[in-house]
């Protein structure tokens, strides 16, 4: 049957309240398809390629019942096409389609890849946009100009303005712009006593991991035979309702907290929304206004940095990162300020390390597909900071292991804050740690292999004399920044003869780190 016009959607453009679909046209038909390049470009957690799967052929149940005309393919549909564009091609003839259209991708690659589709053929080809983010696409270069360092706290205080958030006129309610000092509190026992239980869901994978077995897509992480995270809007927002109800009123004191200690160590007061925001379940602003609306009916229950921290990474983080990734492509994948060259050691893949720390961040993404950003910024991206690890190995296993992760929000996340490899693009200095760090916010260090106290010596903590090789491997770069002027301060105050062990210490550990 013919469609006079063809729109695509792709995984993470599910979003039901999109113009598209505010009237049923017999003329139209909607492209959802599994796709052979979304699932190999890198190798994802076989958990990722459920959720998106399933995410994807619920969305398309649900236009079908609400009238419109879908074209819903599975892998056993698309392993004869090369990309997508071969796949738009034909179909476009099958339909004998005059038009095509798709929703601006979030990614950089794919843009580019669906751009070139008017290049290929004399078809009318359309780009809409997703109607998902908070700052409209065409203002991002208004905020962010490529190679320079914008400061977040600048764009957020512009957003809370702009959208009239936690505001009081032009002044922000309680007089300041965010508490980030009341959010690094760790947890006591008491307090571990009390983390919520996660709500996780149980949507069978069943049809996906077979379709992925039969068709040999390369995969890394736990399987798991249901998906634990929703795969719809009305799922997405019953966790956001959970999070109000249940996690919302310490996410802020807990946000950068990490313990061992607790079964649900994994999830903690995060959201975990991600997911369902990255493929547009769910809207920012209807997550802004539910946690806002909880917070002013709590009576006094929630505290104004708990929501300010929430509000924080939505209205501020979210949007600053995608107009990062957007100013700075594609160059920002070549960035590598540091020279950082090392390979990921094995234990990335299997969280088979003595170290504690790094063995329960790996151990649980590798279980959850999930881990919060703390764990992403200050366990993992900070070894990799210290180890010089390389990173385009670094992003590959970031964007792949991460159920939430899309280039747009990983890139900028992992090259610019966690590896600095940006230059300060992002960061004003790099967020480099010795276990001192990890010690104070966790209770890792607890029952490690290693002596979080100890630099050097047999059984000392890896991180220790990394971080210091690390500030005199990079002294030149770093000697003249401010933010870093009390390391410096410190390094420079050591005998030389201790610099010397630590370097010589921190050698050891570089040639071999598989075995740490």
Not at 50 to 68: N, P, R, V
Not at 290 to 304: D, P, R, V
Not at 421 to 432: L, Q, R, S, V
Request: hydrophobic fraction near 40%; aromatic fraction near 12%; glycine fraction near 4%.
């Amino acid at each position: 049957m013919k469609a006079k016009h063809l729109r695509l959607i792709l995984g993470d453009q599910l979003n039901p309240s999109h113009s598209w679909f505010e009237c049923v046209d017999p003329d139209v038909i909607y492209v959802i398809a599994e796709l052979h390049q979304e699932a190999t470009y890198t190798k994802h957690h076989i958990q990722k390629i459920t959720a998106f799967f399933s995410a994807m052929a619920h969305f398309a149940q649900e236009l079908k019942s609400k009238g419109h005309r879908v074209c819903y393919l599975t892998l056993d549909d698309t392993a004869q096409y090369q990309d997508i564009n071969q796949l738009i091609h034909t179909l476009v003839s099958e339909y004998a389609s005059e038009t095509f259209a798709y929703q601006r991708p979030d990614e950089f690659r794919l843009r580019a890849q669906l751009t070139g589709l008017s290049d290929q053929s004399d078809l009318p080809v359309y780009e809409a946009d997703s109607e998902h983010f908070l700052l409209p696409f065409d203002e991002l270069s208004n905020h962010f100009k490529a190679d320079t360092h914008v400061r977040m706290e600048n764009f957020y205080r512009y957003m809370r303005k702009r959208f009239s958030i936690l505001m009081d006129g032009e002044t922000p309610v309680g007089g300041a712009w965010n508490f980030d000092a009341n959010n690094r509190q760790s947890f006591n026992k008491s307090d571990i006593k009390l983390i919520p239980e996660p709500l996780i869901f149980e949507n069978s994978a069943d049809a996906y991991l077979q379709r992925i077995k039969k068709h040999n897509i390369q995969t890394i992480g736990h399987v798991a035979t249901s998906v634990s995270y929703p795969v719809n809007r009305e799922q997405s927002l019953v966790l956001l309702d959970y999070f109000c109800q249940h996690q919302l009123a310490n996410f802020g004191n807990f946000q950068d907290a990490m313990t061992a200690a607790s079964p649900y160590a994994w999830s903690l007061y995060h959201s975990r929304l991600s997911f369902s925001l990255n493929c547009k379940m769910i809207s920012p602003m209807e997550v802004i206004q539910a946690a806002l609306n909880t917070y002013q009916n709590a009576e006094g229950k929630i505290t104004l940095p708990q929501i300010e921290g929430f509000i924080r990474q939505i209205l501020g983080w979210r949007e600053y990162v995608r107009g990062m990734y957007w100013a700075n492509m594609p160059d920002y994948a070549q960035q590598n300020f540091l020279h950082a060259r090392r390979n990921l050691p094995a234990w990335f893949w299997n969280s088979d390390t003595k170290m504690d720390c790094l063995k329960s961040a790996i151990s649980q993404s590798l279980e959850h597909a999930y881990a919060h950003h703390i764990q992403r910024l200050m366990i993992t991206g900070n070894f990799a900071l210290l180890a010089g690890l390389a990173p385009g190995q670094v992003d590959e296993w970031y964007l792949g292991i991460y159920i939430d992760a899309i280039e747009w929000v990983e890139l900028p996340n992992t090259r610019g804050m966690a590896l600095f490899a940006d230059g300060g693009w992002i960061a004003t200095k790099p967020y480099a740690a010795s276990g001192n760090y990890v010690n104070k916010m966790s209770d890792y260090c607890k029952n490690c292999h290693y002596n979080v106290k100890e630099k050097l010596g047999l059984n000392a903590c890896p991180l220790n004399s990394l971080y210091w090789n690390f500030i005199d491997q990079h002294y030149d770069k770093f000697s003249s920044n401010q933010r870093m002027s009390f390391p410096i301060r410190n390094w420079n105050k050591m005998e030389e003869a201790q610099k010397d062990k630590i370097r010589n210490k921190a050698a050891e550990l570089l040639n071999d780190l598989d075995k740490l």
